[in-house]
């Protein structure tokens, strides 16, 4: 067993017994919510790596969320299937929206606006629905008469919820790392470099970015849903439209888009940022963090266009060689 293979099981088994050691609940709930927020984080890395910069990733998570609990509180149908469902909404909406895309070529600034206006519009949705999804106040999911809390994915205890994000959150990273891994890969990053010369090498350019789509998207879905059932409250200002987006985008490239654990890096700092924000100020600081999101995302994309994490493996990876004069300074004194 090599050293890193070591290294990733003792910090997973220390991940699963942080409950059982520190029980303290506002930090096992802020734990939580890093770890939901990773997974939706991670989802949009997945696309945003090669390239695929989507503004639509809101509305996947909306999908997500309010799919799970409608069919929950109207028809009575257990989360345990309703978030297969809600993912498969959100995947058939994905391929709806990305196959004439990618058939006819609209990339860059113009698939941007094309998942941009996708996020408005199922915001829109949700918000025009209010007899159905409670517009803007929000919407609750019914709680489960006592003794069907395992039947309606309701837990009151923080230990189940952080273990079940932490499983959550492991996939995440094992499909990142599988897709690193997969031919996936390196088709995606041929098509980046050069649509015509991908497809003269053989490659089918729209099957790979679809693929690659409905797995970010299925990815977000199924993020929008645990977080509908942890909280146990929903709005569209929280699991949707475009300030989610902007929030994933930002994170993912503040952490390190190119780097698995780098989404994870930014889910910590957005959601340290607004428990600082809303602890200090309370509703004083609404709308705050998006305007600290938006300057940090500036600088990091001018300074550290790697993001944190990438940019700390890289200087690992290739240390600063000593300067010839350092070199002369140095050798004598070693000699001595």
Not at 16 to 22: I, K, M, R, S
Not at 218 to 240: E, H, K, N, R, W
Request: charged content about 10%; some cysteine.
């Amino acid at each position: 067993m090599n050293r890193q293979v070591a290294f990733w099981i003792i910090a997973l088994l220390a991940l699963v017994a942080l409950p059982f050691v520190h029980r303290d609940p506002y930090h096992l709930h802020v734990l939580v919510l890093i770890l939901i927020w990773s997974f939706a984080y991670t989802s949009w890395s997945i696309m945003g790596r090669f390239g695929l910069v989507s503004l639509g990733h809101g509305g996947f998570m909306g999908i997500g969320a309010y799919v799970t609990a409608l069919l929950w509180n109207h028809l009575g149908v257990s989360p345990w299937i309703g978030i297969p469902l809600s993912m498969a909404t959100a995947g058939v909406l994905a391929l709806v929206v990305a196959y004439p895309c990618f058939r006819f070529r609209i990339t860059g600034h113009y698939f941007v606006l094309v998942t941009l206006a996708l996020s408005g519009i199922v915001l829109q949705v949700i918000t025009a629905t209010r007899d159905y999804t409670g517009g803007s106040l929000g919407y609750t999911p019914q709680r489960a008469q006592s003794g069907k809390g395992l039947f309606a994915l309701q837990f009151d205890d923080k230990t189940t919820w952080y273990l079940i994000a932490l499983a959550v959150w492991v996939a995440g990273l094992v499909i990142w790392r599988a897709i690193d891994r997969s031919m996936i890969r390196h088709a995606m990053e041929a098509i980046s470099e050069d649509e015509d010369a991908a497809a003269a090498a053989g490659v089918n350019v729209t099957a790979e970015k679809l693929k690659i789509t409905l797995i970010s998207a299925l990815m977000t879905a199924l993020s929008g849903a645990l977080y509908c059932q942890y909280q146990m409250f929903i709005s569209p200002d929280t699991v949707s439209g475009i300030a989610v987006s902007l929030q994933m985008v930002f994170a993912a490239i503040v952490g390190g888009v190119y780097v698995a654990l780098g989404p994870t890096v930014g889910a910590v700092i957005t959601i340290v940022l607004a428990e600082v924000l809303r602890i200090s100020f309370g509703t004083k600081a609404v709308g705050w963090d998006n305007l600290v999101y938006g300057i940090l995302l500036v600088l990091f994309i001018i300074f550290l266009p790697k993001g944190i994490l990438g940019s700390v493996i890289d200087r690992i990876k290739s240390p600063r060689k000593p300067s010839r004069g350092h070199e002369q300074q140095t050798v004598p004194i070693a000699r001595r």
